[in-house]
């Protein structure tokens, strides 16, 4: 089955920029997706297909997919975007969707 | 606005049954596919089933198959979920989602809380 792999953890400085990466076997060929999940919250999704934001999302946030990682960029990084961020896959093969593990980004 | 509203959640023991409701509005329910993704306590997210518009797709994870069944009533634009044999591993909150056309989550529900226990 396919797998998405993430960082527990990362951490930026207020004000810097953030990158949080998705692993995954040939992941440049897929449809990646990102969502924000603050505490005691649904998540909410930030980036779809690969580098492209809701309506309503900053354009601080980015996104980038190649080869095998995806990478969420957070740029000029607020106390706001402290949360964790899951990435996800739909593997057509399977039908089966796949989220990685999440990574919890704290704000320093 | 669109709006999804799961119920049904609740504390039920071991191997016994629940069937979750979530209730949409706000958008044309009949042409969107739909999900349920679950979140243990503390831990990630877990997709759990996909049924398509006219229920004609439908998938499930592997560590529910056989135990859960998706559906949905389009004329009443609900969805559904019934568990059966249920285990203390499927205790989460478990979300509905709707499905964009890249298979991306656009709109979640607040949840709704299972807890199996004896």
């Known amino acids: 089955s396919y797998e998405l792999t993430q960082p527990l953890s990362v951490s930026v400085a207020l004000g810097q920029t953030a990158r949080i990466t998705c692993g995954g076997y040939?992941?440049?060929?897929?449809?990646v997706h990102w969502y924000q999940q603050k505490p005691g919250q649904a998540p909410v999704l930030v980036i779809y297909r690969d580098s492209n934001r809701p309506s309503g999302i900053p354009e601080r946030l980015s996104g980038s997919n190649s080869g095998n990682t995806a990478t969420l960029t957070i740029s000029r990084a607020q106390a706001g975007d402290e949360a964790d961020y899951y990435c996800?896959?739909?593997?057509?093969?399977?039908?089966?969707?796949?989220f990685g593990g999440g990574t919890k980004l704290t704000v320093l | 606005e669109v709006q999804l509203v799961e119920s049904g959640g609740g504390l039920v023991q071991p191997g016994g049954s629940l069937r979750l409701s979530c209730a949409a509005s706000g958008f044309t329910f009949s042409t969107y596919t739909m999900n349920w993704v679950r979140q243990a306590p503390g831990k990630g997210l877990e997709w759990v089933s996909y049924?398509?518009?006219?229920?004609?797709?439908?998938y499930y994870a592997d560590s529910v198959k056989g135990r859960f069944t998706i559906s949905r009533d389009n004329a009443k634009n609900s969805l559904f979920l019934q568990m059966n044999s249920l285990r203390a591993e499927d205790t989460a909150v478990y979300y509905c989602?709707?499905?964009?056309?890249?298979?991306?989550?656009?709109?979640w529900g607040q949840g709704t809380l299972v807890t199996v226990s004896s």
């Open positions: 996800q896959v739909w593997d057509s093969s399977t039908g089966y969707v796949v």
């Open positions: 049924i398509d518009s006219s229920s004609s797709t439908i």
């Open positions: 989602a709707r499905v964009g056309v890249m298979v991306q989550y656009d709109y």
């Open positions: 040939n992941i440049g060929s897929k449809n």
